[in-house]
């Protein structure tokens, strides 16, 4: 699965073992390692997280 931000992809394999948020950042573990995200705000960072809780 992929999500859209700004015209970039953040790729997720799913199952998701973690996520870390700190205000912007947006970290998680998945099947293929540790990535990150950084957003402009907290809401678009709190919608990421809401995505990556819903995928299947």
């Not at 950042?25 to 957003?39: I, L, N, S």
């Amino acid at each position: 699965m992929s999500y859209t931000y700004n015209g970039t992809q953040i790729s997720v394999m799913c199952p998701v073992h973690n996520i870390s948020v700190n205000k912007h950042k947006v970290a998680f573990a998945d099947k293929c390692g540790q990535k990150m995200g950084t957003f402009a705000n907290t809401s678009e960072a709190k919608q990421f997280v809401s995505w990556l809780l819903n995928i299947k």
